[in-house]
């Protein structure tokens, strides 16, 4: 306890001794220190949080919370409240508090097991709707990008009293983190399809919180035309550019790629028919002969057959239906007739038409002219029509032009990559500096708290000699009382060698080197002691007069 007070009253001591500006520093530096203190313990004691609940919608993320809340459980919100997380130890007690709050548990095929036996038919129909619309909205909210879903299905009412059938149709609204792709929305469209019968793809909806309409009744997936041509010409023009490239030599051809892209989808049936190459399918023949006098053959025509009629003479040969002939005198006229029946070829085609069909493209390539020498532009036609596929029955047309490149572009790149090379430079520059200054302020800082930390912990000198340090030798030098140093000073050389003085005077006059040298060795010690410390000299020479006159 008496190290502690007296520790306590040094540390009053040296503070006492510190100037204004020491003060403050020592002030800042406790500060510094508290507060960096308080900063780690905080950190220290904070709880691990973990996932609770993410992509969950804003009224899910209100009934959640309030349970939190009601339960004293810290929590923190993040994506825009979509995302819950709670401390680890908390995380599965919390889960099984707020399960039911989920509007995951209170859809889909669950609706069907409160329903009672004496539910109406009107009843059973709208709660088995609700049920497959649960199961959808539950099931398209499992696609990525996509926190939230709701699927509505307009049924029409069957009767027996028309034969007019009205087809089922569906919307969807999503709510989307991210835009979807065109793969995603024809996955949501096929999926609720598929889900009730007589339900088609071209007969579902599905618009997003933006208002955006995905997918259209009767017109399929929005925008499924415009992707399947950008996708198309930059997989045509990847493909031409690379051949050219390994060609030419990289930057020597630019080529662009045009193409029409049907976005159209239906049904498409159409009949062909052609004449037949066998024989004839069915044949008749039939002969007239005249009486006496004058007759004349009548004319006929062929029967239709059932797959087509085709009647031909068979003294001419011609596409008649009946050859005769005529004569006069007492004799008489005959003609005969042949009828053939030929089969007719019949192709019925039934097409769909899906969007992204392909009407025709156009492809534009330059040659630099300043560079590329001794290729005609005929090879370089050639080869991009065969890398392309390029159809010229459907339309498709290939344009190759050899013209000098614009370097405009060139050097404004080299220039702004000067600039930028020159600014990342300057940055570096800027970071190398404000990095030594905060090392420089660092160091600075640490030794000036390392300096004030030990000049508070330092033992202060003794302002009054101990008494150990000055001991009573026999013998001793009666000027200075009968003491002399033994400790401080190493002692003195023996009695005798100061000058005579009176009693109870110090010497006044300078003392005589004794013929060795440890008499000299300690003069010069006394004198760089006076030297260096002046204050500390005058202090032991006050205690020494104190003692002398104490005697």
């Given at each position: 306890m008496k190290r502690l007070n007296g520790a306590g009253t040094r540390a009053l001591e040296t503070i006492k001794q510190f100037t204004v500006a020491q003060r403050t520093i020592a002030i800042i530096g406790v500060a510094v220190l508290v507060l960096g203190g308080v900063a780690l313990v905080n950190y220290l004691g904070q709880p691990s949080y973990q996932v609770l609940y993410s992509n969950i919608s804003a009224s899910e993320a209100s009934a959640v919370t309030a349970q939190l809340d009601k339960d004293k459980v810290q929590y923190q919100l993040q994506d825009g409240g979509q995302t819950i997380l709670v401390p680890n130890a908390a995380v599965n007690a919390e889960r099984l508090a707020t399960a039911t709050l989920l509007s995951s548990g209170a859809g889909g095929y669950s609706l069907l097991d409160n329903m009672g036996v004496t539910a109406s038919e009107f009843q059973q129909n709208v709660t088995y709707k609700r049920a497959i619309e649960g199961e959808l909205a539950n099931t398209i909210e499992a696609i990525?990008?996509?926190?939230?879903?709701?699927?509505?299905?307009?049924?029409?009412?069957?009767?027996?009293?028309?034969?007019?059938?009205?087809?089922?149709?569906?919307?969807?609204?999503?709510?989307?983190?991210?835009?979807?792709?065109?793969?995603?929305?024809?996955?949501?469209?096929?999926?609720?399809?598929?889900?009730?019968?007589?339900?088609?793809?071209?007969?579902?909806?599905?618009?997003?919180?933006?208002?955006?309409?995905?997918?259209?009744?009767?017109?399929?997936?929005?925008?499924?035309?415009?992707?399947?041509?950008?996708?198309?010409?930059?997989?045509?023009?990847?493909?031409?550019?690379?051949?050219?490239?390994?060609?030419?030599?990289?930057?020597?051809?630019?080529?662009?790629?045009?193409?029409?892209?049907?976005?159209?989808?239906?049904?498409?049936?159409?009949?062909?028919?052609?004449?037949?190459?066998?024989?004839?399918?069915?044949?008749?023949?039939?002969?007239?002969?005249?009486?006496?006098?004058?007759?004349?053959?009548?004319?006929?025509?062929?029967?239709?057959?059932?797959?087509?009629?085709?009647?031909?003479?068979?003294?001419?040969?011609?596409?008649?239906?009946?050859?005769?002939?005529?004569?006069?005198?007492?004799?008489?006229?005959?003609?005969?007739?042949?009828?053939?029946?030929?089969?007719?070829?019949?192709?019925?085609?039934?097409?769909?038409?899906?969007?992204?069909?392909?009407?025709?493209?156009?492809?534009?390539?330059?040659?630099?002219?300043?560079?590329?020498?001794?290729?005609?532009?005929?090879?370089?036609?050639?080869?991009?029509?065969?890398?392309?596929?390029?159809?010229?029955?459907?339309?498709?047309?290939?344009?190759?032009?050899?013209?000098?490149?614009?370097?405009?572009?060139?050097?404004?790149a080299a220039s702004a990559l000067a600039q930028s090379q020159k600014a990342a430079g300057a940055n570096q520059m800027t970071d190398i500096i404000t990095t030594a200054i905060k090392v420089v302020g660092g160091l600075v800082l640490f030794i000036l708290v390392t300096g004030l930390l030990r000049k508070l912990f330092r033992k202060p000198e003794p302002t009054t000699a101990d008494a150990g340090v000055l001991n009573i030798v026999p013998g001793g030098d009666p000027a200075l009382g009968g003491y002399a140093p033994t400790q401080q000073l190493g002692g003195f050389a023996a009695p005798g060698q100061l000058q005579t003085g009176g009693p109870g005077t110090a010497p006044t006059v300078a003392l005589n080197a004794p013929a060795d040298g440890a008499f000299a060795q300690l003069q010069a010690d006394v004198d760089a002691l006076a030297g260096s410390d002046p204050n500390q000299t005058a202090e032991y020479l006050r205690a020494l007069m104190g003692d002398r006159a104490g005697v």
């Open positions: 990525n990008g996509v926190s939230s879903a709701s699927v509505q299905l307009a049924i029409p009412q069957q009767s027996v009293f028309t034969d007019q059938k009205e087809d089922p149709t569906a919307s969807v609204f999503v709510n989307v983190s991210s835009p979807l792709t065109t793969d995603q929305v024809n996955a949501i469209v096929h999926l609720v399809a598929a889900a009730y019968p007589g339900l088609t793809t071209d007969n579902v909806s599905v618009v997003d919180q933006r208002g955006d309409t995905l997918s259209s009744v009767g017109s399929g997936t929005a925008g499924s035309g415009s992707d399947a041509a950008a996708d198309y010409e930059q997989a045509t023009k990847n493909a031409v550019q690379a051949m050219l490239d390994k060609v030419l030599g990289p930057g020597n051809a630019v080529v662009t790629v045009a193409a029409d892209v049907s976005s159209s989808s239906g049904r498409k049936t159409s009949e062909t028919y052609s004449g037949a190459n066998g024989p004839a399918f069915s044949e008749s023949s039939s002969k007239t002969t005249g009486g006496a006098g004058s007759g004349t053959a009548g004319s006929g025509n062929g029967v239709s057959g059932v797959l087509g009629t085709d009647t031909t003479d068979t003294s001419t040969g011609g596409n008649s239906a009946t050859a005769g002939g005529s004569g006069s005198g007492s004799g008489g006229a005959s003609s005969t007739s042949v009828v053939k029946n030929n089969a007719v070829n019949k192709t019925t085609t039934d097409e769909t038409i899906v969007p992204g069909t392909l009407n025709r493209q156009t492809i534009a390539v330059a040659l630099n002219a300043s560079t590329v020498t001794g290729v005609s532009t005929g090879s370089i036609t050639q080869m991009v029509t065969n890398a392309a596929g390029v159809n010229l029955s459907r339309g498709d047309t290939v344009s190759v032009t050899s013209v000098p490149f614009s370097t405009a572009a060139a050097k404004t």
